[in-house]
């Protein structure tokens, strides 16, 4: 945005603080998630990925006000019923 606003050109406008702290954020994850993968079975690592798409649109919901439509709600509860069965024990 600031890029926009300011007409700065390429690579200038992406320069700053919060680009930076974005990036380090970013590969802080991607770190954190290798890890994991190193420790935990690749099944369970998978089932719980999925969260991603459970949690973000609830944090957005909380935090930014966006609208939680039924379909997203259905969504979530078909992924949790998902990890669940995937994870459990199996006789």
């Known amino acids: 945005m600031r890029a926009a606003r300011e007409g700065l050109p390429g690579l200038a406008g992406w ?14 994850g991607m770190v954190l998630w290798l890890w994991v993968l190193s420790r935990v079975p690749i099944t369970q690592a998978f089932a719980f ?6 949690a973000v649109p609830w944090l ?5 006000g966006d609208a939680l439509t039924p379909q997203m709600l259905v969504g979530g509860l078909v992924i949790m019923g ?4 995937t994870n459990w024990p199996s006789r």
């Open 49 to 54: 990925f999925g969260l991603g798409f459970v």
């Open 82 to 85: 998902g990890i669940v069965l």
């Open 15 to 28: 320069l700053n603080a919060t680009t930076a702290v974005a990036l380090l954020l970013y590969v802080a």
């Open 60 to 64: 957005a919901h909380k935090w930014l």
